[in-house]
């Protein structure tokens, strides 16, 4: 190492001066900052529990991210899947409901023939009894059961 000339400028010198002792400073900062091995661990350990915080936090937003659409995926599933099942429902429904229509007019019909029967009964004992008088009450009671037996089964459909 060869040694700059000396100046014959003072103020030159002590800047000089004051500049290699900040260099000086900087280097032994640098140097005490390598030896201080507890304040270098902790700076590791700080950055590293800072890059895990991080990838937990990204890990917890894909999660939620891939529970969200799997819950979306699902729910199209079983819509989809419940379609056929509901037209079948209601093809059933509407299956039901014709026949008991069909059914209802089958029983008006069959109340009406009922009662047509019920009066043809009733007008041929009528006849009967005029021509061979028989008690009253007999053909009365005769025609009231026929009546009530057509009364109680058009109620009890």
């Known amino acids: 190492m060869s040694t700059p000339p000396a100046s014959s400028d003072p103020d030159r010198s002590r ?3 004051q500049q290699t002792r900040a260099e000086l400073g ?3 900062a640098a140097l005490a900052a390598k030896t201080d091995v507890k304040t270098r661990a ?14 937990v936090t990204q890990a917890g937003q894909s999660a939620k991210t891939r529970a969200t659409q799997l ?11 419940a379609k056929p099942v509901t037209q079948q429902a209601q093809r059933a429904t509407t299956a039901i409901h014709d026949s008991a229509q069909a059914g209802a007019q089958t029983t008006g019909k069959a109340e009406s023939t009922l009662i047509t029967s019920a009066r043809a009964a009733t007008t041929r004992i ?3 009894v005029r021509a061979k ?3 009253v009450l007999a053909a009365t009671s005769t025609a009231a059961t026929l009546v009530i037996i057509a009364y109680r089964r058009r109620r009890s459909r």
């Open 15 to 17: 800047r000089d001066i």
């Open 26 to 28: 900087e280097t032994v």
């Open 42 to 55: 902790r700076t590791k350990a700080t950055a590293a529990a800072g890059g895990l915080r991080q990838r």
């Open 71 to 81: 819950a979306h995926t699902m729910s199209q599933k079983a819509s989809q899947r």
């Open 126 to 128: 009528g006849s009967s």
């Open 133 to 135: 008088p028989v008690p």
